[in-house]
């Protein structure tokens, strides 16, 4: 994974503290939840640090103090910029916490971050950053290499069927999660040149509603969770802008993205910006962001993710690339009769903006996509 492109793409001002005791520097993390901002800041520190220290490979120790991720792609983050240190950096990393979980971030339980919690288990820790697979955690980095290979996806799609196995999964549940990572294992195959991450963890079956007075036993409930991630300098709506704002003459479906395009851009505002649009245009049915404009291309993402979170008591699925996201809610994700989808309530692409609290901004720039989808499922007896 090209974690740099992560630290040349959030460079700015920090306000965490370091001292260096006993030989190392030391971080202490303060803030009891660890969200997108604090990800941003915790790079700006590494990134200020390796600029002052870049002939001093000074070890490093990350303090954290009965905090709580954000959410899956929050632990993956701060994963990678732990990746960071040890590979790119090459410094020794230590990490001491003591973290709050619940079941949309039990999954740090089995993170790889595990391995640095004050033992030193550096060259563990790389192997398994690239591949995992124990009891209820998986993980596996497609490197941009190995995904020529003709048979990677199959592979893949093999082995997380396999990983589920085990688990008290809706076998629907899983057959979905599993064809949906594949298809973005294959996007990300066509249309960047860069390594793709995808980790998964599936919780006990422990967990009761919150505020539930029953005491229900008989309705208990586990979470699947997930994140993708690739780092790349290609953005999610980037394909898709060059050939609208590119072509003059264009036809079929494409030429009614361009006829979109010149409806929504009149409603552009800190809201809803242009990259809001082609991010959504990327989920058009036979849109398609490579160069050479193809009739396979659009996605069935949209479905699959509207599918698991009909089967789901609760989720939380998003999408961010670059500095802007965009919300997945069940009731928005449905294509009309034309195979268009809005994102908004009269599921209008064509002549109608997004509805504007499906949108937001990161203080994090993620350089390349990452998906977080999280769902809650209630155990079948």
């Given at each position: ?31 009891k939840t660890i969200d997108h901002r604090m990800?941003?800041?915790i790079i700006s520190l590494v990134f200020d ?333």
């Amino acid at each position: 994974m090209n974690e740099s492109l992560l630290f040349e793409n959030n460079k700015f001002k920090n306000y965490i503290s370091y001292k260096i005791i006993d030989k190392r520097i030391q971080i202490l993390i303060k803030e009891k939840t660890i969200d997108h901002r604090m990800i941003k800041n915790i790079i700006s520190l590494v990134f200020d640090i390796e600029k002052k220290y870049s002939s001093i490979k000074i070890p490093i120790t990350i303090i954290l103090k009965k905090v709580e991720f954000k959410d899956k792609l929050t632990i993956i983050l701060f994963e990678s910029i732990c990746n960071h240190i040890i590979v790119q950096c090459k410094r020794n990393l230590k990490i001491q916490m003591s973290v709050r979980k619940g079941i949309a971030t039990h999954g740090i339980s089995s993170s790889v971050l595990q391995l640095l919690n004050g033992e030193k288990h550096i060259d563990k820790f790389v192997k398994q950053y690239n591949f995992d697979l124990y009891q209820n955690h998986y993980r596996r980095i497609i490197h941009r290499e190995s995904s020529k290979e003709s048979d990677i996806l199959s592979k893949t799609f093999s082995e997380i069927n396999t990983f589920f196995k085990p688990f008290n999964v809706d076998p629907r549940a899983a057959l979905e999660v599993s064809e949906f990572l594949i298809e973005l294992l294959g996007n990300a195959k066509e249309h960047t040149d860069s390594d793709c991450l995808i980790d998964l963890d599936v919780t006990p079956a422990d967990y009761l509603k919150r505020n539930d007075q029953s005491i229900d036993y008989e309705n208990l409930y586990y979470g699947i969770n997930i994140a993708v991630v690739n780092f790349s300098e290609n953005l999610l709506g980037d394909g898709i802008q060059k050939i609208i704002m590119g072509n003059t003459v264009l036809e079929d479906r494409y030429k009614k993205v361009q006829e979109a395009y010149e409806y929504h851009k009149k409603y552009f505002n800190d809201d809803y910006m242009k990259e809001d649009f082609f991010n959504i245009a990327a989920y058009q049915h036979k849109i398609s962001g490579r160069e050479k404009i193809v009739e396979t291309g659009g996605t069935g993402l949209t479905k699959l993710i509207s599918s698991l979170e009909k089967k789901a008591d609760s989720h939380q699925c998003y999408v961010l690339s670059g500095n802007r996201g965009i919300f997945f809610k069940q009731e928005y994700l449905e294509y009309n009769d034309d195979r268009w989808i809005g994102f908004n309530d009269k599921n209008n692409f064509i002549s109608d903006i997004p509805n504007p609290n499906l949108l937001f901004n990161s203080d994090l720039f993620i350089p390349g996509t990452a998906y977080n989808l999280s769902f809650v499922m209630r155990k079948e007896n």
